[in-house]
């Protein structure tokens, strides 16, 4: 386990949150292009994921503000919510109570990679922007812990950045202007679809069953007014591979 990695994670968000938690802004959306997002992944997560769960209880883990959580609470029963940072939970919290959706929801301080839940207790098990700070290693073993804490049968899914995307190669790009002060690439590691996909098939624990690779997020900049975005969609098929989010989901089916 890498932790001056988890330590770093920490660190970073922590401070990203308490800055937030200062400003005590909240706006559902910044702007047309997050709402279009969280769209896309609301409508792929409810018809293909939670329409097959029994009593959906669902758990995401390290997973910055868990907006994409909340905004599923309606479909769902319970949601806990795990982090390393406190700040992290806090403003889950805030942005839970922005929401009008305090009940049912759980927050957790832990580590993903012990995390103090019992064996075989959640439907769905998922993450955001996550495995992609860690080595290969290390993201096999969170997967490991999510497949315990997942009950036979049901699904598991990971978010992870598209390094061909055009928002992250402008992040790429900032990194290497150090007075730019928009987003920045930090310890984000590459990995390809394929990489992913062979490390989930490689787990000898379970089977995977009805495993689906898609990717998310319009691929024009985040700051693209809303005509735009609209237009871009209709471009979306030529631009696929410059989407900026990967998202590969699974139902595990447990050996024994």
Same mark, same amino acid.
């Given at each position: 386990?890498?932790?001056?990695?988890?330590?770093?994670?920490?660190?970073?968000?922590?401070?990203?949150?308490?800055?937030?938690?200062?400003?005590?802004?909240?706006?559902?959306?910044?702007?047309? &292009?997050?709402?279009?997002?969280?769209?896309?992944?609301?409508?792929?997560?409810?018809?293909?994921?939670?329409?097959?769960?029994?009593?959906?209880?669902?758990?995401?883990? &390290?997973?910055?503000?868990?907006?994409?959580?909340?905004?599923?609470?309606?479909?769902?029963?319970?949601?806990?919510?795990?982090?390393?940072?406190?700040?992290?939970?806090?403003?889950?919290? +805030?942005?839970?109570?922005?929401?009008?959706?305090?009940?049912?929801?759980?927050?957790?301080?832990?580590?993903? +990679?012990?995390?103090?839940?019992?064996?075989?207790?959640?439907?769905?098990?998922?993450?955001?922007?996550?495995?992609?700070?860690?080595?290969?290693?290390?993201?096999?073993?969170?997967?490991?812990?999510?497949?315990?804490?997942?009950?036979?049968?049901?699904?598991?899914?990971?978010?992870?950045?598209?390094?061909?995307?055009?928002?992250?190669?402008?992040?790429?790009?900032?990194?290497?202007?150090?007075?730019?002060?928009?987003?920045?690439?930090?310890?984000?590691?590459?990995?390809?679809?394929?990489?992913?996909?062979?490390?989930?098939?490689?787990?000898?624990?379970?089977?995977?069953?009805?495993?689906?690779?898609?990717?998310?997020?319009?691929?024009?900049?985040?700051?693209?007014?809303?005509?735009?975005?609209?237009?871009?969609?209709?471009?979306?098929?030529?631009?696929?591979?410059?989407?900026?989010?990967?998202?590969?989901?699974?139902?595990?089916?447990?050996?024994?």
């Amino acid at each position: 386990m890498d932790l001056k990695a988890i330590q770093h994670e920490e660190e970073v968000w922590s401070k990203l949150f308490q800055n937030e938690l200062q400003k005590q802004e909240f706006k559902k959306f910044s702007a047309f &292009w997050w709402e279009d997002y969280y769209n896309e992944i609301i409508n792929f997560v409810t018809s293909n994921i939670l329409v097959n769960l029994e009593n959906k209880n669902i758990l995401e883990a &390290w997973s910055g503000s868990w907006k994409s959580s909340l905004l599923i609470w309606n479909y769902v029963d319970k949601i806990t919510l795990l982090d390393i940072s406190e700040s992290a939970l806090k403003y889950a919290k +805030f942005l839970s109570q922005k929401l009008n959706i305090e009940k049912n929801i759980i927050y957790v301080k832990g580590n993903i +990679f012990n995390m103090d839940f019992e064996d075989n207790i959640f439907d769905f098990t998922w993450n955001i922007w996550t495995i992609e700070h860690y080595n290969i290693e290390d993201i096999k073993n969170i997967l490991n812990e999510m497949i315990r804490v997942t009950k036979n049968n049901w699904y598991i899914a990971l978010w992870f950045p598209n390094f061909y995307s055009w928002p992250i190669i402008k992040a790429w790009l900032n990194n290497k202007l150090p007075f730019l002060k928009w987003y920045k690439l930090d310890t984000e590691i590459f990995y390809t679809e394929k990489e992913i996909i062979n490390l989930i098939n490689s787990i000898e624990s379970v089977k995977i069953q009805d495993l689906k690779v898609n990717k998310f997020w319009n691929f024009m900049p985040m700051w693209t007014p809303k005509i735009l975005v609209k237009l871009a969609k209709k471009l979306e098929k030529i631009f696929y591979k410059n989407k900026f989010l990967n998202f590969v989901s699974f139902k595990i089916i447990k050996n024994g």
